[in-house]
Each structure stands twice: as structure tokens, then as C-alpha cells.
């Protein structure tokens, strides 16, 4: 139960990451903090060398399902951002009622 609230948190806090990454300008360096949340998120649920894997896995996909959705409306990009990186917290916050 523990490794799937970690994975969705990876996996929102990625995507949150991948989007401030396409804002651009200064809003690129927000892109460190749920970047770093999703490295956290991977690596505490499998360990070194398979976390690192997952959050590669996790940016490649954030990033091509992005491409997609926010081509046509790059003005989205923040807004979805924000929406992403809160959504991530939730399964954290579970987690962390739940013990």
C-alpha cells in the first residue's frame, strides 16, 4: 500500500515537474521542487537504483502525454502545474494519516 501512494505521488509530482519545465523563463527553476519530491517519492518506495528507474520512467512518460495535451495551449501549462503538484500531496498526506 505504501509503494502505491509513493508511486502516484512520484507520478503527480512529475508531472507537475515536467509542466513548470514548459512554462519557461524563470518558472523553470519551480520545476526543482516536485522534481525533487518525485525523486524522493521513487527512491523511498524502491530503494537507490530502481527509484531512479521509475522517476526515469515516470519523466519520459510525463513528458510525452504533456507534449500532447499542452501543444495546443501552452498558456495551460501553469495552471496545470499548480493543479498537478497539489494533487501529488494527497497521497502523501494519506500516507502519513494513515500510521
Known amino acids: 500500500m505504501v509503494d502505491a501512494m509513493l508511486s502516484l505521488a512520484a507520478l503527480c509530482f512529475c508531472v507537475s515537474a515536467v509542466a513548470w519545465m514548459g512554462v519557461g523563463g524563470r ?48 498558456s495551460r501549462a501553469r495552471a496545470f502545474a ?9 497521497p502523501v498526506a494519506l500516507m502519513g494519516l494513515g500510521r
Open 82 to 90: 499548480w493543479v498537478s503538484g497539489v494533487v501529488g500531496l494527497v
Open 27 to 74: 518558472a523553470r527553476w519551480l520545476a526543482a521542487a516536485p522534481g525533487l519530491a518525485s525523486l524522493g517519492c521513487c527512491v523511498g518506495g524502491f530503494g537507490w537504483v530502481a527509484g531512479l528507474l521509475v522517476l526515469l520512467v515516470l519523466a519520459m512518460t510525463a513528458a510525452s502525454v504533456l507534449v500532447l495535451v499542452l501543444s495546443p495551449r501552452p
